[in-house]
């Protein structure tokens, strides 16, 4: 059992940063791949980056890539998404997710664990 928490979550200007973090439970953080799903409100959960339990691969989504930069330090149990340039589109509850192996998908069903999510509104 995995337990994920994030943080870092908030009110920003279009433009602006932020970096959220999700906290894994557990002593084998490193064999879990992860990602960061979002849902804007009267929208589906959609992906926006996944990494390999090693930190070497990584995946995003078209509408992120250059400005949303995913990590990992698993001797701390945690992973990072740093969000930049951020626009009004971006805004949505951001979820933490870990699946069981190594390798990176994309799709939420094929994750075991998720978080309770943080909200991310970016202001026009």
């Known amino acids: 059992q995995v337990q994920l928490v994030e943080s870092g979550g908030g009110l920003v200007q279009a433009g602006g940063s932020l970096r959220l973090s999700c906290a894994a439970s557990?002593?084998?953080?490193?064999?879990?791949?992860m990602g960061w799903f979002r849902q804007a409100p009267g929208k589906e959960r959609e992906f926006v980056a996944a990494?390999?339990?090693?930190?070497?691969?990584?995946n995003y989504a078209d509408s992120v890539k250059g400005r949303f930069t995913i990590s990992r330090v698993n001797a701390k149990n945690t992973m990072y998404l740093q969000v930049n340039s951020l626009k009004p589109e971006d805004t949505a509850v951001y979820y933490c997710?870990?699946?069981?192996?190594?390798?990176?998908?994309?799709?939420?069903?094929?994750?075991?664990?998720w978080g309770q999510g943080t909200q991310v509104t970016v202001s026009s």
């Open positions: 990494i390999s339990g090693s930190g070497l691969t990584t």
């Open positions: 997710a870990a699946r069981r192996g190594v390798t990176v998908r994309t799709t939420f069903d094929e994750y075991d664990y």
């Open positions: 557990g002593r084998t953080f490193s064999s879990y791949a």
